[in-house]
């Protein structure tokens, strides 16, 4: 059974660091690409990175310069990096493959951005 479990949100000030990190089971990691996702408030939910099975990346324009995306095949874990944390980054995130697939959906983990 495959789950995708998100951690490591929480409230931050502007200008701090959040370290996410996702867990993932069951066989699909280290075949897949996978993304972070975020969905502020009134907004749809959109990708911010995605790393390739061999290590690419990509980072959506409004977080280039402040988060890092990685991966660690042998833990079945993803990461977002999240410095320069500013009050536009409130959303919950989410990771999944991607493309997403809509069953791998999880719980996501709230981020925060106070002014």
């Known amino acids: 059974q495959v789950q995708l479990v998100e951690s490591g949100g929480g409230l931050v000030q502007a200008g701090g660091s959040l370290r996410l990190s996702c867990a993932v089971s069951g066989s699909i990691f280290s075949r897949n690409a996978m993304g972070w996702y975020r969905q502020g408030p009134g907004r749809q939910r959109e990708l911010v990175a995605m790393?390739?099975?061999?290590?690419?990346?990509y980072l959506a324009n409004s977080v280039k310069g402040r988060f890092t995306i990685s991966r660690d095949n042998a833990k079945n874990t993803v990461y977002l990096q999240m410095n320069s944390l500013k009050s536009e980054d409130t959303a919950l995130y989410y990771c999944n493959t991607n493309p997403p697939v809509t069953v791998y959906w999880g719980q996501g983990t709230q981020v925060t951005v106070s002014p």
């Open positions: 790393i390739s099975t061999g290590g690419g990346t």
